[in-house]
C-alpha cells in the first residue's frame, strides 16, 4: 500500500486498483437484494471521512454523469 503525503490529493493507481477489486470480491458475496444498500452504506461511509461537502458532491454528480455515457 502507498503511504500518503500530505501534497496527495487522490489515491494512487494501484491503490485504486486494489480497491475495484476489493469491492468487485464484496460485491459478488452480497446478495443481489442487498447490493444497492451495500452501496449506499459504502457511499456513506466514504463521505463521512470527507471533510468538504463540495468534494462530496462533486463525486456523486460524477458518477452520475458516468452512468450517463
Given amino acids: 500500500m502507498t503511504t500518503p503525503t500530505s501534497t496527495q490529493t487522490t489515491l494512487p493507481f494501484s491503490d485504486l ?3 475495484y477489486e476489493q ?3 464484496t460485491l459478488d ?3 443481489e437484494t442487498q447490493e444497492t444498500l451495500f452501496l ?3 457511499a456513506l461511509a ?3 471521512r470527507v471533510p468538504d461537502v463540495a ?3 462533486a463525486a456523486i454528480q460524477e ?3 458516468g452512468l450517463e455515457t
Fill in 17 to 19: 486498483e486494489q480497491v
Fill in 23 to 25: 469491492l468487485a470480491v
Fill in 29 to 31: 458475496a452480497v446478495p
Fill in 40 to 42: 449506499a452504506q459504502l
Fill in 46 to 48: 466514504l463521505a463521512h
Fill in 55 to 57: 468534494q462530496v458532491m
Fill in 63 to 65: 458518477a452520475r454523469d
